[in-house]
């Protein structure tokens, strides 16, 4: 009996060895994952991985327990590289609010502004700051970037003027001072070469309710082209988006009308400012967010908004516009659960297709047909997305709970992942 009683006495020392080791182990992973994500709010992305990959089994015969504060930080911390380069805009450390944030087409600069109006520029490869100017007359939120697809110069919008900054060196290359009284409302063409401001009258320090839209160049600050007066008169009409064409060509502006459930899309030709086209466009709902364009090609357009019908559900509406033929060539929707608090959905333009992220679902539209499908319906919300490899095949998405992972279109298949790396 003694025998007996000393060998179950000496299992349940055993036993409780071991528990302690797990809890110790279940300590040291949550305090790993903490440390993980101090590294990653201080700038420092390797760190963070290897801190949150030691709070996590290494190998089947580890005996460390799961731990889902280190799945989300290793989650977190991966995001910050896209195949096997790390983010730029992920290596930024700042400490001031950045307001607005741009990075180049090879992801060797990115480009900050912050709310007090400090414009800096990073390395692509380690994050270090390039250099920093100075904008006047920027308040709050006013500061918004552009950066053209040839990266020599990158634009810098205070609301009340543009700067043009040298990518390289931070030194101010021109300085546009609007004529009149500026709107948000901006495009920078694809070279860079123009500036498109929707603008009001001001006429001895009154504002009339004439409209334009402006044509900059960027290289002597002068007006190119003007529109004629836009007559946006009618109480509750305002202009939600502006975009260039790819060629420089065209110019397209969305005008909504909140108090008619309507929309018109105008279209100018930059050389001389003229209207070639305006097309309206009545919508079956209520407008939920304000109207977003781009183009698809050098000559259609590409609009996407969500609208809702009734208490339970929304419409995430799609419309292809051709400046060609001067009339919407493919329109479609696709009907969805109203979600509380929602925002503006999230896209992704490719070359023949968009796939926008509304909430947790995914949903694919076709430019030439117009197809509309559910690719798939996520576990939680995105946070953000991009294609991978540059294929329209597949994506890779980040969302709000930290996790991430690849969905493929043609599969309609989500795979979790920690990324490409």
Not at 214 to 233: K, P
Not at 282 to 300: H, K, N, P, S
Not at 369 to 394: C, F, I, M, Q
Request: aromatic share 12%; with cysteine.
């Amino acid at each position: 009996m003694i025998t007996a009683a000393f060998a179950g006495m000496l299992v349940k020392k055993n036993a409780d060895i071991e528990e302690q080791y797990r809890r110790s182990q279940e300590n040291e992973s949550y305090a790993l994952a903490l440390l993980s994500e101090q590294y990653l709010a201080d700038g420092d992305r390797y760190s963070a991985v290897e801190s949150a990959l030691a709070a996590l089994p290494q190998g089947k015969d580890d005996s460390r327990p799961p731990s889902a504060e280190a799945e989300y930080a290793l989650s977190n911390a991966l995001y910050a590289y896209c195949d096997s380069a790390m983010r730029v805009d992920c290596m930024i450390h700042q400490d001031t609010p950045i307001t607005d944030m741009v990075v180049s087409l090879d992801g060797s600069l990115a480009v900050t502004v912050d709310e007090f109006g400090f414009v800096r520029g990073y390395d692509g490869k380690n994050g270090g700051c390039l250099w920093e100017h100075m904008l006047e007359d920027v308040e709050g939120k006013q500061g918004v970037l552009f950066l053209p697809e040839n990266g020599s110069k990158v634009f810098c919008d205070g609301f009340s003027e543009m700067v043009l900054l040298d990518t390289k060196t931070g030194a101010e290359k021109q300085r546009i001072d609007y004529e009149q009284i500026s709107s948000a409302e901006k495009a920078v063409s694809a070279d860079g070469e123009m500036i498109a401001v929707y603008e009001q009258y001001k006429a001895d320090g009154e504002v009339k309710e004439d409209e334009k839209i402006s044509f900059y160049s960027s290289s002597t600050g002068s007006i190119l082209a003007e529109t004629e007066n836009m007559e946006l008169t009618d109480e509750g009409a305002s202009l939600s988006d502006v975009c260039f064409s790819p060629d420089g060509r065209f110019l397209a502006a969305v005008i909504e009308y909140y108090k008619e459930d309507r929309f018109e899309l105008w279209v100018f030709n930059t050389t001389d400012g003229s209207l070639i086209g305006k097309e309206n466009y009545a919508v079956q709902g209520l407008f939920l967010y304000e109207i977003q364009i781009e183009f698809c090609t050098t000559e259609d357009v590409f609009l996407y908004w969500t609208e809702y019908t009734d208490l339970y559900e929304t419409n995430m509406e799609f419309a292809v516009y051709s400046c060609r033929e001067m009339k919407f060539t493919v329109r479609n929707s696709y009907t969805m659960e109203l979600v509380e608090e929602d925002e503006s959905p999230l896209y992704l333009m490719g070359e023949h297709a968009a796939v926008c992220f509304y909430d947790t679902c995914a949903v694919y539209f076709n430019f030439h047909t117009g197809e509309a499908k559910l690719v798939h319906n996520l576990p939680v919300p995105v946070l953000s997305a991009y294609w991978k490899d540059g294929r329209e095949s597949a994506f890779r998405v980040v969302m709000e709970n930290g996790s991430c992972g690849t969905l493929s279109i043609g599969l309609l298949e989500f795979e979790y992942g920690y990324g490409d790396s």
